[in-house]
């Protein structure tokens, strides 16, 4: 192979490079694929040839001259002079190897630190269009705490636009260093050196084969001539020394030619590189219009604006910090002094941390810091970490007490209504401690529910300062435990109207007169079933004389239930009952729910009975959710007033109607109050649904009993016609017969008789004057 037919060394480059697929970065690079303009060179080093000199081989002295190509100082091996292959020349051989050689270590070099240079431009523009993509993003994002900032969110999207078109200016870049830089240095790695490498490998080869050849030649015997062999070994000689020469010519010029080569390949990816530089620094320059440096300009002022108010916001947080910290101070000591900070006994909302006791075992036991809250009704927790708390217990009712633990201090200890639950809790201070105890005993006494829980907090304080103290005792602590018997009238029904301090004082003694009776008991618990009938006891109203069956098996009750439109099944506790004097005003219900009210913050009445109340088309009924046993039946006609509380929705109450009570020639009306979870209101539109449904089911009732008589009538007259049309068919039929007997007596003799009917013998006791009548009538 000839390695200068090719016409590689002065090839002018009239069209675009195409990479190989070897090239570095092989394929078409990113602003190829975006469309980007690239940037043309010309011709890759001009229109260039290599001066080899007046001697050598055809294709080198056949090379076009050109005056870039007159490099002075250039020295070259003498093609004419690889015949003789003398030792000088071997040894000037030596040295251009040596040289080709040091022009291969130093070119690696040089390739290395520009693939540097373009892998770092790749990167660089791989980087900035990421930039850019995830700015476009930035408003997809949902940050917890960032909101819709659109001024934020427009500013970046003008950013991402202008980082956008850098980063094609960048790809740009990346694809004119790729073909003025990194080609030019890459193929004369690759194939330059390369070939000078293969050239001097078979130059070895040839000359190791002409020395053989030459060997062999000088061993022909001179005695004993073989025409035969001789010639063969003649032939050898001129093979292998003309193989030789043809080989170590093209090797001398192509060494001749890398020294020109070595000149253009570090020169024309230099050359390259800075035009490429030149380009992008260009399109850098058109792309900063006035627009993008004000749009700049702004951005800059708004973010040391931002540094500023950052400043000023430290600032303030800094002086908070120092305020809160002189503030705290008495704070961090775990027993605060209760001089400087009062303990609050009127709380009906409290939250902190607590040490809960956990068993272990049967002796042994743990204890666990959490953080504990009230919420309405309930003690909740929630570990350090979570999202929310959960229940521990419902405090409704509950009873609170301080208690003696495994020698710990400020222990107080939680038991449910039920007695089947307890907790015992430590707080961290005595404020804390007897703060807890207070408000558990405010909410459970319901004095949440009241519209001013502090006023009622103040009156129960007394009996909160008594479970503070701690008992060591058993029988102090039993004693603890009983209900405070307070002085009080026998009548539940109290006369003051501030007991509850939800009214106003508008509601005098008349007013209420006016609405409820004087002297008015009132019932805070339901008669059971199996109790309501013992003696001295009044059988509850609206109670059916019949037993409830206590395994709920009441065949009555059953088909009644079964034959009923509506079913709606509801979660109450009964809070009382009590008789009024009116049933035509809801506000009845209301003044009875703050009787009610206050008579069980007064006594200390906290129990209340949950029962189910399922509200059907006949009847109301409370039925208790662990037996299903009916304890009472209210018949929905008897139901003539419902209304919810006008404050607290979960209070709801109705009026019943019944004949008899204290006074059995009158009718009277008894009002219960109920309390329900959150469905009051519910309740009353299910009552009203059902007096509804009643009251139509009434009409159909009416209206088919009355179409049932007309129905009756109709067929009484009708049988009545018939009765009518068949005693004329008889009467003729016996006519007939009779005018045939008549006849039949004329022509027949003695003895002869005719059998008459039922009807016709019934006439002939009529006598003679019956016979004439039917005969005139016939």
């Known amino acids: ?50 001066q080899l000199g007046a001697r050598g081989c055809g294709s080198c002295s056949g090379a076009e001259s050109t005056p870039a190509a007159a490099m002075p100082g250039i020295d070259k091996l003498p093609i004419e002079e690889t015949l003789e292959d003398s030792p000088q020349t071997r040894s000037l051989l030596g040295v251009f190897e040596e040289d080709a050689a040091a022009i291969s270590n130093y070119i690696n070099q040089l390739f290395q630190a ?38 934020m ?94 080989t170590m010519m093209h090797y001398f010029c192509a060494l001749n030619t890398l020294q020109y080569k070595k000149k253009i390949a570090m020169l024309e990816p230099l050359l390259g590189y800075m035009q490429a ?39 303030n947080m800094q002086q908070t910090i120092e305020d809160l910290e002189v503030a705290s101070d008495p704070l961090y000591l775990p027993d605060p002094d209760p001089m400087k900070f009062p303990v609050h006994r009127n709380l009906t909302r409290k939250a902190g941390y607590l040490n809960a006791r956990n068993k272990t075992g049967l002796v042994s036991s743990s204890w666990e810091r959490q953080f504990y809250f009230t919420q309405g009704g309930n003690l909740m927790s929630q570990a350090r970490g979570d999202v929310a708390g959960g229940l521990v217990m419902d405090i409704d009712n509950c009873s609170v007490m301080a208690v003696d633990c495994e020698d710990r201090r400020y222990c107080f200890q939680i038991t449910s209504f039920d007695g089947k639950k307890s907790s015992i809790l430590q707080a961290e201070s005595k404020k804390d401690y007897e703060e807890w105890i207070c408000t558990i005993n405010n909410i459970s006494k319901q004095i949440y529910l009241s519209e001013n829980p502090e006023e009622i907090a103040a009156r129960v304080n007394q009996s909160a300062l008594e479970a503070v103290t701690p008992s060591p005792s058993f029988q102090q602590r039993h004693e603890s435990m009983r209900p405070t018997v307070q002085s009080r009238p026998p009548a539940a029904r109290t006369s003051s109207t501030g007991s509850l301090g939800s009214e106003s004082a508008a509601l005098s003694a008349l007013s209420l007169d006016s609405l409820v009776a004087p002297d008015t008991p009132i019932q805070f618990d339901i008669i059971s079933p199996v109790s309501e009938d013992l003696p001295g006891q009044a059988k509850s109203s609206g109670q059916s004389g019949r037993r409830t069956n206590p395994f709920g098996e009441s065949g ?16 109450v506790r009964f809070l009382g009952s009590m008789e009024v004097k009116s049933d035509e005003s809801p506000d009845v219900v209301y003044e009875t729910m703050r009787q009610i009210l206050a008579a069980r913050a007064i006594h200390n009445v906290f129990r209340m009975t949950e029962s189910h109340l399922l509200v059907t088309c006949d009847c109301l009924k409370l039925i208790d959710p662990q037996t299903q046993v009916t304890r009472l039946r209210f018949p929905l006609p008897n139901v003539v007033l419902y209304a919810t509380h006008q404050d607290n929705k979960r209070l709801f109450g109705f009026v019943l109607r019944t004949s008899g009570g204290r006074v059995e020639s009158r009718q009277t009306s008894i009002c219960y109050i109920f309390e329900s979870n959150n469905e009051g209101e519910k309740i009353c539109d299910s009552v009203g649904l059902a007096k509804q449904i009643a009251f139509h089911a009434e009409l159909d009732r009416k209206a088919s009993e009355k179409q049932k008589e007309i129905d009756r009538v109709k067929e009484k007259q009708q049988k009545e016609l018939n009765k009518q049309k068949q005693i004329e068919k008889d009467l003729e039929e016996q006519s007939r017969l009779i005018a045939a007997s008549s006849r039949s007596n004329q022509s027949s003799g003695e003895g002869q008789f005719v059998v008459l009917s039922s009807s016709q013998s019934e006439d002939s006791d009529l006598g003679e004057d019956g016979k004439k009548k039917r005969e005139s009538e016939a």
């Open 1 to 50: 192979m000839d390695p200068l037919t090719s016409n590689e060394l002065g090839r002018p480059r009239e069209e675009p490079i195409e990479w190989p697929s070897g090239r570095p970065g092989g394929g078409t690079s990113g602003a190829e694929r975006a469309g980007a303009p690239v940037l043309w060179l010309g011709p890759r080093g001009g229109e260039r040839s290599s």
């Open 114 to 151: 520009m693939h540097r240079i373009y892998d770092a431009q790749n990167e660089l523009s791989a980087a900035t269009h990421l930039t850019s993509k995830l700015l476009k993003e930035y408003e997809k994002q949902r940050f917890p705490l960032g909101g819709d900032d659109e001024v």
């Open 153 to 246: 969110t427009s500013t970046l999207q003008q950013f991402a636009k202008v980082i956008d078109e850098l980063s094609s200016c960048h790809a740009v870049l990346s694809t004119q260093l790729a073909d003025a830089m990194m080609f030019p240095i890459t193929q004369f790695k690759e194939r330059d050196l390369k070939e000078i490498l293969t050239l001097k490998e078979v130059f070895q080869i040839a000359s190791n084969d002409h020395d053989a050849a030459i060997t062999r030649y000088s061993r022909l015997s001179k005695r004993r001539e073989n025409e035969k062999i001789k010639a063969e070994v003649t032939e050898d000689v001129y093979t292998s020394r003309k193989k030789q020469h043809q």
């Open 277 to 315: 530089q030149i380009s992008f620094f260009k399109m850098g320059s058109e792309n900063l219009t006035e627009q993008l440096e004000e749009f700049l300009t702004n951005i800059g002022t708004s973010v040391q604006n931002v540094r500023r108010e950052m400043e000023c916001e430290v600032e």
């Open 556 to 571: 009555g009750s059953k088909s009644e239930t079964e034959d009923s439109i509506l079913h709606q099944l509801f979660i």
